[in-house]
């Protein structure tokens, strides 16, 4: 989810904590259980920070280790060793208990996601995403702040909370059945579709499919359970040129080809350098593939400049790039 969402999460089981009777009977762990709520409900995505350094490491890395099985386990006892010094009254159990849910719950929420995460590592490294939940939606975001403003004007936290929560929890299976006619929609649109990725959209009945065949790459948008096929693409593989094998080498192509499930590729000459692209299928916006990967190499096939990440126009990429014009 989006960060806006997890804080409003963060207050919403601050509020919920007050149901807990140890929590409420003293000032110290009602305090410090918000806190670390709210602290919790953040920390996954300290990995944020890695866009500072570069898209390579931010795509490779983001919900990664950070959100992973020992990162659930461990955040909470990172968060009560920073904060408990400062609520020795409070206690320890119940305040490891609110924290531990936050964490629980900011990594949870995340997997129903179509950027999804890698949550079950170190079991497995495979991305987790159910693709149910946009990443930020307007309803789940709405109650939360409703919820807020009655506790602000004076309505129990806990209670109040207790009821949006049951709420979002019919939303989530709504959409899950949503999801599922969909996906039955486009099975009858397209019979032969081995993998149907889905994402959804910030509107309710809108989504976006990239569907794969034997034989074609397909692009498509779904409303309700009518669904437009606005790309067909051959599904080709990617051969084993000189240059393709080196641009794999290449840093951004490697955390591209890591994170995407579905693309396609291009290879350009040119009369001193070649120019390998990777178009992430599942992200169509205005008939525009803004998710893409991009090495250009010199007439030896050494790599000269790299690009991964969201580009909207030719004239930003080229600036990426900064190194070869076309």
Same mark, same amino acid.
């Given at each position: 989810?989006?960060?806006?969402?997890?804080?409003?999460?963060?207050?919403?089981?601050?509020?919920?904590?007050?149901?807990?009777?140890?929590?409420?009977?003293?000032?110290?762990? $009602?305090?410090?259980?918000?806190?670390?709520?709210?602290?919790?409900?953040?920390? +996954?995505?300290?990995?944020?920070?890695?866009?500072?350094?570069?898209?390579?490491?931010?795509?490779?890395?983001?919900?990664?280790?950070?959100?992973? /099985?020992? &990162?659930?386990?461990? !955040?909470?006892?990172?968060? *009560?060793?920073?904060?408990?010094?400062?609520?020795?009254?409070?206690?320890?159990?119940?305040?490891?208990? !609110?924290?531990? *849910?936050?964490?629980?719950?900011?990594?949870?929420?995340?997997?129903?996601?179509?950027?999804?995460?890698? &949550?079950?590592?170190?079991?497995?490294?495979? !991305?987790?995403?159910?693709?149910?939940?946009?990443?930020?939606? +307007? /309803?789940?975001?709405?109650?939360?702040?409703?919820?807020?403003?009655?506790?602000?004007?004076?309505?129990?936290?806990?209670?109040?909370?207790?009821?949006?929560?049951?709420?979002?929890?019919?939303?989530?299976?709504?959409?899950? *059945?949503?999801?599922?006619?969909?996906?039955?929609?486009?099975?009858?649109? /397209?019979?032969?579709?081995?993998?149907?990725?889905?994402? +959804?959209?910030?509107?309710?009945?809108? !989504?976006?499919?990239?569907?794969?065949?034997? =034989?074609?790459?397909?692009?498509?948008?779904?409303?309700?359970?009518?669904?437009?096929?606005?790309?067909?693409?051959?599904?080709?593989?990617?051969? $084993?040129? +000189?240059?393709?094998?080196?641009?794999?080498?290449?840093?951004?192509?490697?955390?591209?080809?890591?994170?995407?499930?579905?693309?396609?590729?291009?290879?350009? =000459?040119?009369?001193?350098?070649?120019?390998?692209?990777?178009?992430?299928?599942?992200?169509? $916006?205005?008939?525009?593939?803004?998710?893409?990967?991009?090495?250009? *190499?010199?007439?030896?096939?050494?790599?000269?400049? $790299?690009?991964?990440?969201?580009?909207?126009? =030719?004239?930003?990429?080229?600036?990426?790039? =900064?190194?070869?014009?076309?």
């Amino acid at each position: 989810m989006d960060t806006g969402t997890h804080v409003v999460m963060g207050f919403a089981l601050g509020g919920l904590a007050t149901l807990d009777p140890v929590v409420a009977e003293t000032t110290a762990t $009602s305090q410090s259980v918000l806190i670390a709520a709210i602290i919790g409900s953040q920390i +996954p995505d300290i990995d944020t920070i890695l866009k500072l350094k570069n898209n390579a490491v931010y795509i490779r890395n983001h919900r990664g280790a950070t959100h992973s /099985i020992p &990162a659930v386990l461990l !955040w909470p006892l990172v968060i *009560l060793a920073c904060l408990y010094p400062f609520y020795p009254e409070a206690n320890l159990f119940h305040l490891w208990i !609110w924290t531990f *849910l936050a964490v629980f719950l900011h990594v949870f929420v995340d997997i129903f996601n179509a950027y999804g995460t890698q &949550a079950i590592r170190p079991i497995s490294s495979k !991305w987790v995403a159910l693709g149910i939940i946009n990443t930020f939606d +307007p /309803i789940i975001f709405g109650l939360h702040v409703i919820g807020l403003i009655l506790w602000g004007i004076g309505f129990d936290p806990g209670y109040t909370f207790l009821v949006i929560y049951a709420i979002l929890v019919c939303y989530y299976l709504l959409r899950v *059945l949503t999801q599922r006619a969909v996906k039955s929609a486009v099975r009858r649109k /397209i019979p032969d579709a081995e993998k149907i990725i889905i994402s +959804p959209t910030i509107r309710f009945f809108q !989504w976006r499919l990239a569907v794969i065949t034997k =034989e074609h790459f397909y692009v498509a948008r779904a409303y309700k359970n009518s669904i437009a096929i606005f790309d067909k693409y051959k599904r080709i593989k990617v051969p $084993s040129l +000189p240059m393709i094998e080196e641009a794999k080498k290449d840093k951004n192509l490697a955390a591209f080809l890591s994170f995407s499930p579905v693309y396609r590729w291009e290879i350009k =000459e040119y009369e001193e350098h070649y120019e390998v692209k990777f178009i992430d299928l599942r992200y169509r $916006s205005n008939g525009h593939y803004p998710f893409v990967a991009i090495v250009q *190499l010199d007439s030896e096939h050494n790599i000269v400049s $790299s690009y991964t990440g969201w580009i909207f126009s =030719e004239e930003a990429l080229r600036k990426k790039l =900064e190194i070869i014009p076309d």
